[in-house]
């Protein structure tokens, strides 16, 4: 034979546990060690292992016959899900740990989210049966009620269709993920549009928006499309969220030194109500918002962050959340120059 049976253990990278015909644990690799502990081997496996399936398993196992069990280990932040095959050896059984825990927290994942899209939609949704009920009934021939329940369904209509479009470009970003852009485009050119493009909506609440070092063309390797979008979220964002009248919403490229070379910072500043620290690690998150109920009223759908932190992961760069409650937030993306 090559090999004692604790270096071959040793070599395989999953949690293996070997237990002897006296019941206790005669091997448990440096994978086995690190989840269970080193005091395991020697100990009896009901001392190491003590969930009641799993010791079924191990009883059936001696008398020949194979199983799998799922074991959940409560940890933090999320609770671990082995798979452990449980196989009869001669004197013994071994016990192999496959861990779940990345799919069981991605099914997690996708469940929060099919629930997070169906509650955004449904609520829209809610309220237009409502008002086509009522104009089917009580205000059929009620002209001036018709005009109002039509403008407010045409608002909930805009805010299902601007959803439904922030989820296709979420999954478009996230699909696009690992491929960086080829072209070459300037974010100088881009960041003036962007700007143009928002200056009625700062105008009507009052915001000046000014933009700084997008004078000369600032070439970078990026996704035209996506890096509007960036600007555009950020932007519409400072100008949203409680920029007070004669506030001043800064947009501002600058090269400097990064750790890994040159890099470029866009960032937009603004003078609004700032984030109170506990939101900013989860504001990126898919539907998270500080204020759910204003933000919808906004029509803000709580993409926009998620978008964006996707699209900068794209272009190999960072975004960085800068905020004060009272005076203001600094959103800045890092994105590395060549
Ligand atoms: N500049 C800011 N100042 C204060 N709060 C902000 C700022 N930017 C974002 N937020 C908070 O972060 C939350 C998430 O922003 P995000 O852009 O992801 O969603 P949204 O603006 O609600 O919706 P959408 O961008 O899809 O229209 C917002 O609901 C808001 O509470
Ligand atoms: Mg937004």
Redesign the pocket.
């Known amino acids: 034979m090559v090999g004692s049976v604790a270096e071959i253990l040793a070599g395989i990278p999953m949690p293996v546990v070997l237990i002897g015909a006296d019941e206790r644990v005669a091997e448990a690799n440096p994978a086995a060690q690190a989840l269970f502990g080193a005091g395991l081997v020697g100990r009896h496996h009901g001392l190491g292992f003590r969930q009641p399936d799993l010791l079924a398993a191990i009883v059936q196992a001696r008398q020949g016959r194979a199983g799998r069990v799922r074991l959940v280990s409560p940890g933090l932040p999320n609770d671990r899900v082995h798979e452990v095959t449980v196989t009869p050896v001669s004197g013994g059984v071994l016990l192999a740990f496959e861990d779940l825990s990345a799919l069981a927290q991605m099914d997690q994942m996708r469940r929060d989210f099919v629930a997070n899209v169906s509650h955004e939609l449904r609520t829209p949704l809610t309220a237009m049966i409502g008002f086509i009920e009522t104009l089917q009934g009580p205000a059929r021939n009620d002209a001036t009620a018709r005009e109002r329940f039509l403008g407010i369904m045409a608002r909930e209509a805009e805010r299902m269709n ?1 959803l439904v479009r ?1 989820l296709l470009h979420l999954s478009r970003v996230e699909s696009e993920e690992r491929q960086r852009p080829a072209e070459e485009v300037d974010i100088a050119a881009l960041a003036r549009a962007s700007v143009a493009a928002l200056r009625p909506l700062a105008e009507r609440g009052g915001v000046a928006l000014r933009l700084e070092g997008a004078e000369a063309p600032v070439p970078l390797r990026a996704d035209a499309d996506q890096m509007t979008q960036v600007l555009s ?2 932007i ?3 100008v ?4 007070p009248q004669g506030a001043e919403v800064l947009v501002k490229l600058a090269r400097e030194e990064g750790p890994r070379g040159p890099q470029l910072r866009l960032s ?1 500043s ?1 003078q ?4 109170e620290s506990q ?1 900013l690690p989860r ?2 998150e898919r539907f ?5 109920h ?3 009223e ?11 932190k996707h699209i900068v992961n794209r272009h190999r760069g960072r975004l960085i959340i800068e ?1 004060e409650p009272g005076k ?2 600094r ?1 800045s993306a890092l994105l590395p120059l060549e």
């Open positions: 601007r922030d979220n950020l519409e964002n400072a949203k969220y409680g920029s937009v603004d609004g109500e700032g984030i939101h504001l990126t998270y918002r500080v204020d759910g204003r933000s919808r906004k029509g803000g759908t709580g993409l926009g962050l998620a978008i964006v905020s203001g937030s959103f």
